[in-house]
Structure formats: C-alpha cells, structure tokens
C-alpha cells in the first residue's frame, strides 16, 4: 500500500497585535469556520490519518484541532512538534523522514512558506502559494518515510476551503 503526506497551511488567523507574539496568533473566525469545512470535508472523503502533526503556534494547533473533531480522531492524539514552526524546508522535510514507516497516511499542519515549498520541492509539480486552509495531497514513490526527498512523491492534488461544497 502506498503512503501519503497530507499537507495542510493553517486556517485564517487574527492579525498580530502590537504586545503579542506571533506565535499565540488565533484563529480568526473564517479560519474557525475554513477549518471545520475542511474537516467535515475530509470525513466525506473517510479520511483517516494515522497521526496529525501539527506545528505547536496556536492558529496551527487550533486548525488541526477543529479537523481531528471532524474525524473523530481524538484530538490529545495530535502532535504539536516544534520543528514544524518557522521551518525551513530542509527542517520540514527532517521531521518527514522520520515518521514511523507504519504510518501510512500523514497530515502535517504547519506554516507559509515553507509547506508550498515542501509540497513542490518533493513532487516537483507547481503548486503555488497555499492559501490559508489549503490542502496537498502527496502520494510517496518510495516505501520508507526515510527515502522521502526531492521528487519522490506524486501530486494528487489541491483543495482549500473556497472550493468546497459545504
């Protein structure tokens, strides 16, 4: 059976204010509400990940939290691994190949740029910019996540919240 990487940009965040971090960003609520489409989306589709893992900047954890509900997939089940915020795409693709290789569907909420640059960089096909609550779906041409690099995935394809009927 083949593996495939789900990756996701997170969902619409407020705009920083002037005290806070970047990293505490919320959702804003056409995220809240992109990021529910996107999940009930999913689950008409019976999408099943095996893991989520998600960059821990709370609009990351907020998206992949509102998918996980969608799914039934319990959310303390989902991974918040700091790697995966402010990463470049050598550090994305390092988190990637180490996966467990009886992971065989993966989604990965992370961050601008560096998710449109990973989604190209491993299936060499032209994506573009990701909009917010955009989602790639990339098949692997390899067997173990270790073997994932540049051009060995397929693309299958790009949806975002815009698109959806529902």
Request: charge should be negative.
């Amino acid at each position: 059976m083949s593996k495939k990487l789900y990756l996701l940009r997170h969902a619409s965040a407020l705009d920083k204010l002037a005290d806070q971090k970047d990293f505490e960003r919320e959702l804003n609520s056409t995220g809240m509400q992109n990021a529910t489409r996107m999940g009930l989306h999913l689950a008409s589709r019976k999408a099943a990940f095996d893991i989520i893992i998600s960059s821990p900047a709370a609009r990351a954890l907020t998206t992949a939290t509102l998918i996980a509900e969608q799914l039934h997939y319990d959310p303390s089940r989902i991974h918040a691994n700091e790697n995966v915020y402010e990463a470049s795409v050598r550090s994305l693709l390092q988190t990637v190949n180490q996966f467990k290789d009886t992971w065989k569907d993966v989604l990965l909420v992370g961050h601008n740029p560096s998710v449109s640059y990973l989604a190209e960089y491993l299936s060499k096909y032209e994506i573009g910019h990701i909009t917010t609550c955009g989602l790639v779906t990339l098949e692997l041409q390899v067997k173990k996540w270790e073997e994932v690099s540049e051009g060995t995935t397929t693309f299958v394809n790009y949806e975002y919240p815009e698109m959806l009927n529902f």
